[in-house]
């Protein structure tokens, strides 16, 4: 079974082709044009996908070597995401399908990240316990097996990613955030500042609004601009501390709460999936626990991280292999919930 998958969730025109299961093509375009702003622009990124989507959808057939005829159905993001961005993308596969009279399937996004490990990762045995973090979410959820999962825990306010981005913009980095200050981080002292660890030991949910404003007050204190001008060499070596401090407290909040989790449920596999699951940070303090611990920890490769076409490809194979199909009148749905 051929499957297109399209992804339009945020600022990534992605689609990709999934042979049972198989990923054959998986084709990312970024937009560059929200750099400037500090964050997505959600006007420039509906637009940006309209001119987008055709091209993308035709190179991802071409790298699989497959032709319209071909497909057997088309599955699409749904939710959650930018309203704009999402209509274009639904309303693309809707019309991909319609004409040519296969399945349509609709997506929720978090799924696709739930599940992107598989991709890589056929053996990944159920249950599981997965870490779901993105600029716009970030959960523990427990998997018993396919589409029966429950959300121990989630944020209550910012996610860590868009956390990230917020510090970025701060301290005059750019955006994305989370890869700059990645990089800033390994060049500062984690134990520089002692920023604040939001319900650190209380159960399974997350807050990052609080390490957020710590940080401004921080620079506040410090009597330095906000934003900070980049550039100025002096203040160098205090923005990678800043950074490095900033996201050892976040990471230290994600870390332990994964682990409590999987030692609560006594989880022999932990997955972490989303954007910010590329952290280099992250990834190496859950290796050095999955080895104390006794979990087997699964990360995707960097590409899969990102939103892409490949992981709704993916979970539309599996709805669709197991007997469901959407309605081609079914909305957006910019707060689809992970239920």
Known sequence: MFVLGVETSCDETSASVVADGEVKSNVISSQIVHSRFGGVVPELASRAHLRLIIRVVEEALAQAGVAKGDLDAVAATQGPGLAGALLVGLSFAKAFAFGRRIPFVGINHLEGHLYSNLLTRPAHGFPFLSLVVSGGHTMLVHVERPFHHRVLGQTRDDAAGEAFDKVSRMLGLGYPGGPIIDARAKLGNPRAIDFPRAFLGEGYEFSFSGIKTAVLYYLRRRGLPVPFREGEQAHAELINDICASFQEAIVDVLVSKTVAA???????????????????????????????????????????????????????????????RSSFEIPVAANLELT
């Open 262 to 324: 999987a030692k609560e449920f006594r989880a022999r596999e932990v997955s972490i999936a989303g954007g910010v699951s590329a952290n280099t940070r992250r990834r190496n303090r859950l290796r050095t626990e999955a080895e104390t611990v006794g979990f087997r920890l699964f990360t995707p490769p960097l590409e899969y991280c990102m939103d892409n076409g490949a992981m709704i490809a993916y979970v539309g194979w599996m709805r669709l292999v197991a007997g469901e």
